[in-house]
């Protein structure tokens, strides 16, 4: 393979590796092939499967003043992670690659390659990279040797060039072919969530028509059965059949996708009720759990596959040559099946099952995915989160989307999410009841969208209610299906190392975008400059770029350290959380138990935030909204004149969240109604910003992950005692994460 001549230098006769932690009772090897470098492990002893396994990396370079660290984004959703020197004494973590700057024309990368059975992640710690492998419940035969995965490192001048490498090199290793398309055309999912019914549709193809003649496909989404009983199509959706909207788009010119989550069940489904022995269990018998209550289909039984298989060959038959398979994280998660697999292994059962049945020409994209290990199954992926018409959403979406422009066309089509540009007034009584489907865009911020998605991804799929867009949004809807069919290659980020990129460059067009809410000034390729106002774009149309960076911009600011003065309760009583509600802090990778994939483990080596004393244990209390329960109950027993909350709020942004309720011992209570910013905050810190609560405050920011807790004071007013705490049901689509109580 010629990667490191074409790109870089393979940097592994500089490096040390050496196994720092083998379990006993195994063996593992090392071979380096320029930038590849792979390994065995074998059983020798009794036990069948390992824990974990520890690969230590000396990078062979000295760090500078200018150096950094940058991880990927390893999900949808996430995005790069960027770590200045200060942070080297904490331990940063990657799931799939990292990039160590050196200096500021020396980068060093180290990426995981390949996903077949262990998962794995790199740790960086004061310039000392570890790699650790993950048994994932793999069971070995005695004497039984199995690859682990495969590592790419690679060293260069240009972290742009690494990541280019680093993308050709997976699309060799996977032997990935991919079925290039370039989408224009209507989703279901944003405007309508589950409540569309096909004379929805045929209003919305009807406007579609209207503003553009080269769109080429309608995807239907979730909405249309019951998840697992995919062939059962509502007759309240479509009472003709799912063939006869499929027949009607493509006599308008369309294909048609549709939209299924492989990995999971609902709990009234009748497929669950058929087939209980389907779906992953706990070591206790329990179903592994997933996304308010829905179970995960075990993959490692031959009659699962074979189920999924009929569906697909359903969907085939009816026309469908789209399929938008989502909430594939679930297919990651920790279990016991019918045969002993690691999470990988089923997982790549059921999508190698979805392509074979789908074949060739069936476009694939992927949703809500880890994305390491669908390369090779699907055609398309979604980088982007869920997509809201709010600013604040749209500026995260393009974060997540720059983390993966490297694998555009190479490993997979990005793809951002939907083209929402409706603003307010633009909505009736169908829109989806949530708060967050209601727009406050601007006319200059939807055009900001519409030229980012146009620019950054090959699917323009329109998700407003088209007829009720006013003229001039209607028109950048058109602009967008026009500009989409003539970008049809890949784009290069510009501006790495900014907190959120600004500058992107695809064939000849240059888009710069002011993520900014005041006016900015950027400096383009060429020593030019570009002014624009706050939530701004601009695409500037044949500009010739050499391919050379931009100057290394000044590293972001890091999370903000825990905000006001401490409290002055240096004595009070921390309160021990009551058995009720309680989810694992760490991420079990036998059974797939955690809370936010283990994001909240470091506070267990705390005690004390913003000079309150808690008292953190392995559990901490999460409460989600549609769980049968209605409440949770801690009990306090004591007489108290101040309370504390160690707690964050995982989703919402704004509104009422919910209540504490403060039931005394005479009887009497007292309601405490907690308010998004000003009582609680969101779990991640970029979710919450500007901060400016008077009544709570940051309590600690994770600098890897960004995940946030923050400490709420409480003055009861009580005269006696306190019997206990009743935390009331979520008002909000999100869970309530409460990580300790203290008592004064």
Same mark, same amino acid.
């Given at each position: 393979?010629?990667?490191?001549?074409? =790109?870089?230098?393979?940097?592994?006769?500089?490096?040390?590796?050496?196994?720092?932690?083998?379990?006993?009772?195994?063996?593992?090897?090392?071979?380096?092939?320029?930038?590849?470098?792979?390994?065995?492990?074998?059983?020798?002893?009794?036990?069948?499967?390992?824990?974990?396994?520890?690969?230590?990396?000396?990078?062979?370079?000295?760090?500078?003043?200018?150096?950094?660290?940058?991880?990927?984004?390893?999900?949808?959703?996430?995005?790069?992670?960027?770590?200045?020197?200060?942070?080297?004494?904490?331990?940063?973590?990657?799931?799939?690659?990292?990039?160590?700057?050196?200096?500021?024309?020396?980068?060093?990368?180290?990426?995981? /390659?390949?996903?077949?059975?262990?998962?794995?992640?790199?740790?960086?710690?004061?310039?000392?990279?570890?790699?650790?492998?993950?048994?994932?419940?793999?069971?070995?035969?005695?004497?039984?040797?199995?690859?682990?995965?495969? %590592?790419?490192?690679?060293?260069?001048?240009?972290?742009?060039?690494?990541?280019?490498?680093?993308?050709? =090199?997976?699309?060799?290793?996977?032997?990935?072919?991919?079925?290039?398309?370039?989408?224009?055309?209507?989703? @279901?999912?944003?405007?309508?969530?589950?409540?569309?019914?096909?004379?929805?549709?045929?209003?919305?193809?009807?406007?579609?028509?209207?503003?553009? @003649?080269?769109?080429?496909?309608?995807?239907?989404?979730?909405?249309?059965?019951?998840? +697992?009983?995919?062939?059962?199509?509502?007759?309240?959706?479509?009472?003709?059949?799912?063939? @006869?909207?499929?027949?009607?788009?493509?006599?308008?010119?369309?294909? *048609?996708?549709?939209?299924?989550?492989?990995?999971?069940?609902?709990?009234?489904?009748?497929?669950?009720?058929?087939?209980?022995?389907?779906?992953?269990?706990?070591?206790?018998?329990?179903?592994?759990?997933?996304?308010?209550?829905?179970?995960?289909?075990?993959?490692?039984?031959?009659?699962?596959?074979? =189920?999924?298989?009929?569906?697909?060959?359903?969907?085939?038959?009816? +026309?469908?040559?789209?399929?938008?398979?989502?909430?594939?994280?679930?297919?990651?998660?920790?279990?016991?099946?019918?045969?002993?697999?690691? /999470?990988?292994?089923?997982?790549?059962?059921?999508?190698?099952?979805?392509?074979?049945?789908?074949?060739?020409?069936?476009?694939?994209?992927?949703?809500?995915?880890?994305?390491?290990?669908?390369?090779?199954?699907?055609?398309?992926?979604?980088?982007?989160?869920?997509?809201?018409?709010?600013?604040?959403?749209?500026?995260?979406?393009?974060?997540?989307?720059?983390?993966?422009?490297?694998?555009?066309?190479?490993?997979?089509?990005?793809?951002?999410?939907?083209?929402?540009?409706?603003?307010?007034?633009?909505?009736? /009584?169908?829109?989806?009841?949530?708060?967050?489907?209601?727009?406050?865009?601007?006319?200059?911020?939807?055009?900001?969208?519409?030229?980012?998605?146009?620019?950054?991804?090959?699917?323009?799929?329109?998700?407003?209610?088209?007829?009720?867009?006013?003229?001039?949004?209607?028109?950048?809807?058109?602009?967008?299906?026009?500009?989409?069919?003539?970008?049809?290659?890949?784009?290069?980020?510009?501006?790495?190392?900014?907190?959120?990129?600004?500058?992107?460059?695809?064939?000849?067009? %240059?888009?710069?975008?002011?993520?900014?809410?005041?006016?900015?000034?950027?400096?383009? $390729?060429?020593?030019?400059?570009?002014?624009?106002?706050?939530?701004?774009?601009?695409?500037?149309?044949?500009?010739?770029?050499?391919?050379?960076?931009?100057?290394?911009?000044?590293?972001? $600011?890091?999370? /903000?350290?825990?905000?006001?003065?401490?409290?002055?309760?240096?004595?009070?009583?921390?309160?021990?959380?009551?058995?009720?509600?309680?989810?694992?802090?760490?991420?079990?990778?036998?059974?797939?138990?955690?809370?936010?994939?283990?994001?909240?483990?470091?506070?267990?080596?705390?005690?004390?935030?913003?000079?309150?004393?808690?008292?953190?244990?392995?559990?901490?209390?999460?409460?989600?909204?549609?769980?049968?329960?209605?409440?949770?109950?801690?009990?306090?027993?004591?007489?108290?004149?101040?309370?504390?909350?160690?707690?964050?709020?995982?989703?919402?942004?704004?509104?009422?969240? %919910?209540?504490?309720?403060?039931?005394?011992?005479?009887?009497?209570?007292?309601?405490?109604?907690?308010?998004?910013?000003?009582?609680? +905050?969101?779990?991640?810190?970029? =979710? @919450?910003?500007?901060?400016?609560?008077?009544?709570?405050?940051?309590?600690?920011?994770?600098?890897? *992950?960004?995940?946030?807790?923050?400490?709420?004071?409480?003055?009861?007013?009580?005269?006696?005692?306190?019997?206990?705490?009743?935390?009331?049901?979520?008002?909000?689509?999100?869970?309530?994460?409460?990580?300790?109580?203290?008592?004064?």
């Amino acid at each position: 393979m010629t990667i490191s001549k074409m =790109y870089g230098t393979a940097v592994g006769e500089n490096m040390k590796f050496n196994w720092t932690t083998i379990p006993q009772g195994w063996n593992v090897s090392l071979k380096q092939d320029g930038c590849a470098v792979s390994s065995d492990i074998t059983r020798t002893g009794n036990a069948d499967r390992f824990e974990s396994i520890d690969l230590g990396i000396d990078l062979g370079a000295a760090l500078t003043a200018d150096s950094a660290v940058m991880t990927g984004a390893p999900a949808m959703g996430t995005w790069m992670c960027i770590f200045a020197p200060e942070t080297f004494g904490i331990t940063i973590c990657a799931k799939n690659w990292m990039l160590v700057r050196i200096a500021k024309e020396d980068f060093i990368l180290i990426a995981i /390659a390949s996903w077949h059975i262990f998962s794995g992640e790199l740790l960086f710690r004061n310039g000392d990279v570890t790699v650790r492998f993950f048994g994932d419940g793999h069971r070995f035969a005695s004497g039984e040797t199995v690859p682990l995965e495969q %590592l790419f490192c690679m060293r260069g001048s240009s972290e742009r060039a690494l990541l280019d490498a680093y993308a050709d =090199y997976l699309a060799k290793f996977h032997a990935v072919r991919l079925n290039l398309r370039s989408w224009r055309g209507w989703g @279901s999912w944003d405007y309508y969530a589950i409540k569309f019914n096909d004379r929805a549709i045929r209003k919305n193809l009807d406007e579609l028509q209207k503003l553009t @003649s080269n769109a080429n496909l309608l995807q239907i989404d979730d909405g249309y059965s019951l998840w +697992g009983d995919w062939m059962n199509i509502s007759p309240e959706v479509f009472p003709e059949g799912l063939d @006869s909207i499929v027949k009607e788009a493509a006599l308008r010119g369309l294909e *048609t996708g549709i939209w299924l989550a492989p990995f999971l069940a609902e709990a009234d489904s009748q497929i669950l009720k058929n087939h209980p022995d389907w779906f992953l269990r706990k070591p206790d018998g329990s179903y592994v759990p997933a996304w308010t209550g829905r179970v995960i289909f075990d993959y490692s039984n031959d009659e699962v596959v074979d =189920y999924l298989r009929r569906c697909i060959r359903f969907f085939r038959n009816a +026309g469908i040559t789209y399929l938008k398979i989502d909430f594939l994280r679930a297919g990651t998660l920790s279990g016991l099946g019918k045969v002993p697999m690691s /999470a990988y292994e089923r997982f790549h059962r059921c999508l190698s099952a979805i392509r074979e049945e789908a074949g060739d020409d069936c476009y694939i994209l992927g949703c809500s995915a880890e994305f390491a290990p669908c390369i090779g199954h699907v055609d398309g992926m979604r980088v982007g989160p869920d997509i809201s018409p709010k600013f604040e959403d749209v500026r995260k979406s393009a974060h997540c989307c720059m983390a993966s422009a490297h694998l555009h066309r190479k490993v997979y089509q990005c793809d951002p999410d939907y083209l929402i540009v409706r603003g307010e007034g633009m909505e009736d /009584a169908e829109v989806s009841p949530s708060g967050a489907k209601h727009s406050t865009l601007t006319h200059s911020e939807a055009e900001l969208w519409a030229n980012f998605v146009t620019m950054t991804g090959n699917a323009v799929l329109s998700s407003d209610k088209l007829p009720l867009l006013s003229h001039d949004r209607k028109n950048l809807v058109a602009a967008a299906f026009q500009r989409a069919s003539e970008n049809a290659k890949g784009y290069y980020v510009l501006d790495y190392w900014h907190e959120i990129p600004s500058m992107i460059w695809a064939d000849g067009k %240059l888009g710069v975008f002011n993520w900014s809410d005041s006016e900015q000034t950027f400096t383009l $390729p060429g020593d030019t400059s570009l002014k624009l106002p706050a939530h701004a774009s601009r695409i500037l149309e044949k500009f010739a770029w050499d391919g050379k960076q931009i100057p290394v911009a000044e590293l972001p $600011p890091l999370p /903000a350290t825990p905000t006001g003065e401490p409290f002055d309760a240096a004595d009070a009583l921390p309160l021990p959380l009551g058995p009720e509600g309680h989810e694992p802090l760490a991420t079990n990778h036998e059974t797939g138990e955690g809370l936010l994939d283990g994001a909240y483990v470091p506070i267990r080596e705390l005690n004390t935030f913003l000079g309150v004393p808690f008292k953190i244990g392995a559990h901490i209390i999460t409460f989600t909204m549609g769980e049968p329960r209605k409440s949770i109950r801690i009990p306090v027993g004591r007489k108290v004149r101040e309370l504390y909350f160690l707690h964050a709020a995982d989703f919402p942004v704004k509104g009422e969240w %919910l209540s504490y309720i403060l039931h005394a011992a005479d009887g009497s209570v007292r309601e405490y109604k907690l308010l998004m910013g000003r009582d609680i +905050g969101n779990s991640d810190y970029h =979710y @919450s910003l500007p901060w400016t609560s008077q009544t709570a405050r940051i309590a600690w920011v994770d600098p890897v *992950t960004s995940r946030t807790l923050y400490v709420q004071k409480l003055v009861p007013d009580m005269q006696t005692e306190l019997d206990f705490i009743e935390v009331t049901h979520p008002l909000q689509n999100g869970t309530h994460i409460l990580a300790g109580i203290s008592t004064r």
